[in-house]
Nanobody, 115 residues
Framework: QVQLVESGGGLVQAGGSLRLSCAASGVDVGIIPMGWFRQGPGDQRDLVAR???????NYADSVKGRFTMSRDNAKNTVYLQMNSLKSEDTAVYYC?????????WGQGTQVTVSS
């Protein structure tokens, strides 16, 4: 059974930082692509960052230079370091694992940036 558990969200002032974690079980984050997505109120769920099995990372233009995605294979966890946060970063952030036959999603963690 695959389970993804996000944590690290919260309320932060604009310009601040947060680090999100996505702890995985049932999948090996070191060998499959993993992604962070976000969904604001009334918005669609958009890609924030995606890491491949070869550690290549793609970022949405809106977060380039501010967010960094990484993973710890030993902990089977992926991270999203978010710096210089802006009010427009406010959203629920979701972790996604691209499995062999289907994708898996976490339950999401709320990030609220106050201006």
């Amino acid at each position: 059974q695959v389970q993804l558990v996000e944590s690290g969200g919260g309320l932060v002032q604009a310009g601040g930082s947060l680090r999100l974690s996505c702890a995985a079980s049932g999948v090996d984050v070191g060998i499959i692509p993993m992604g962070w997505f976000r969904q604001g109120p009334g918005d669609q769920r958009d890609l924030v960052a995606r890491i491949t099995s070869t550690n290549s990372v793609n970022y949405a233009d809106s977060v380039k230079g501010r967010f960094t995605m990484s993973r710890d294979n030993a902990k089977n966890t992926v991270y999203l370091q978010m710096n210089s946060l802006k009010s427009e970063d406010t959203a629920v952030y979701y972790c996604k694992a691209e499995g062999w036959l289907r994708d898996y999603w976490g339950q999401g963690t709320q990030v609220t940036v106050s201006s």
